[in-house]
């Protein structure tokens, strides 16, 4: 038989966040790679999903989302941002962040068209470009001054008249910088100024941290009419598994996007839908002490891989922060994350895996601390023995 697999997405074979977490599993490595909380969300929230479930609403719900929590959403937004957006018909409820992200590039985006990605990217974006047959036009992120930035002379230089899409993640993964207003206005000045779309992967977007901002594209003059703003409950409230995402657009964007998604899922998945509704509107405290909680987890993570000999990078927001392994006698982190369950017990992801150009991010390794206090305490101690080893 000839292969199977369609041409386009033959680069793709299993995730690397798969790969490590069978590695952790397959040595009993404490696994800091994967990003996903080993604690629960907010109590009221999941006994709302508990009662929704056993009140019956287990039958499709319509396909844009439930209407409660549609305007959950929309409120959210206008609290938040000063964004107004009509929850009938300009709130769509996805199956998480990364199907939001799929139908929104498959929806866009014809064949042979141009979508730019600030690498390190997270690894979906590529395959959601791969899968609309376009074609990915990547910005590296470099360090300056202890955070990943961007050159606005190679943005502009990314752009070609076959450009349609800029996708944005910020807070951002893998890095955990935070796009600056300043950062976000020389994005949205290009969308103007080339009449491109933003697709922006908001995510993280209450998981900031040391009082600093995170400024939605949409809010900044211009972009509202322009940007399909995605989020989802799952890294808000600790609830990753339940892959209840959003999309907020204006009309024809939303719209665009709806006409993809109702044939990827149809719907997301009702009871969830209630909770997080309820969490929107009534949990955000719950929200800021996480977000508090995971500050302190962070400083914890990146003072015990200061000690284990690591070069770390301070990260502004998400689950992560990234570390250059050269001062430990590597260059390749994906020959130490290989190696690394072997040396300290522990699995990380090696950043390079997020590239277009590999070699850029070749020197790091992501950590991620959305675990608990008494998990990042022992991968601490059994990373210090590479200080001593200096492998």
Avoid at 1 to 9: A, D, G, S, T, W
Avoid at 14 to 23: C, E, G, I, R
Avoid at 84 to 109: M, S
Wanted: aromatic share 8%.
């Amino acid at each position: 038989m000839r292969e199977p697999l369609v041409r386009r997405m033959r680069e793709f074979g299993t995730t690397v966040f798969a790969t490590m977490t069978k590695l952790a599993v397959d040595t009993g490595s404490i696994n800091l790679g994967q990003g996903f909380p080993d604690t629960d969300g907010p109590e009221r929230m999941l006994e709302r999903a508990v009662d929704a479930v056993r009140s019956g609403l287990n039958q499709y719900p319509p396909g844009p989302g439930l209407p409660e929590l549609r305007q959950a959403v929309a409120e959210h937004r206008k609290q938040w941002y000063g964004l107004a957006y009509d929850p009938d018909g300009e709130v769509l409820v996805t199956v998480g962040a990364t199907e939001a992200i799929a139908a929104a590039i498959l929806a866009l985006c014809e064949p042979g068209d141009e979508v730019v990605v600030f690498e390190p990217y997270y690894d979906s974006y590529a395959a959601a470009v791969a899968l609309a047959g376009a074609v990915r036009r990547a910005v590296t992120l470099r360090v300056d001054a202890g955070r990943f930035t961007f050159d606005p002379a190679e943005l502009e230089a990314a752009i070609t008249p076959r450009t349609r899409v800029i996708l944005v993640n910020s807070p951002h993964n893998p890095t955990g910088t935070v796009f600056t207003r300043e950062e976000l206005e020389c994005v949205a000045r290009v969308c103007l100024e080339h009449d491109l779309i933003a697709v922006t992967d908001e995510v993280y977007e209450h998981l900031a941290f040391d009082g600093v901002e995170h400024v939605p594209l949409a809010t900044l003059p211009g972009m509202r009419e322009r940007t399909v703003m995605i989020s989802s409950a799952g890294k808000t409230f600790s609830v990753t598994g339940w892959k209840t995402g959003w999309v907020c657009a204006p009309a024809p964007l939303a719209g665009a996007v709806q006409a993809v998604k109702q044939f990827l899922t149809f719907t997301a998945n009702a009871p969830w839908q209630t909770a997080v509704a309820y969490a929107l509107r009534e949990e955000m405290e719950w929200v800021a002490a996480q977000r508090a909680a995971l500050q302190a987890k962070r400083d914890r993570l990146v003072t015990g891989l200061a000690e284990a000999g690591f070069d770390v990078l301070r990260s502004a927001g998400t689950y992560f922060v990234q570390t250059d392994i050269r001062p430990l006698g590597f260059d390749d982190g994906l020959e130490l994350a290989r190696r690394l369950p072997e040396l300290a017990g522990v699995v990380a992801i090696p950043t390079q895996v997020f590239y277009d150009h590999p070699e850029r991010g070749r020197h790091y390794l992501r950590f991620a601390f959305c675990k608990r206090d008494e998990v990042i305490e022992e991968a601490v101690t059994r990373l210090r023995r590479l200080s001593g080893d200096r492998v």
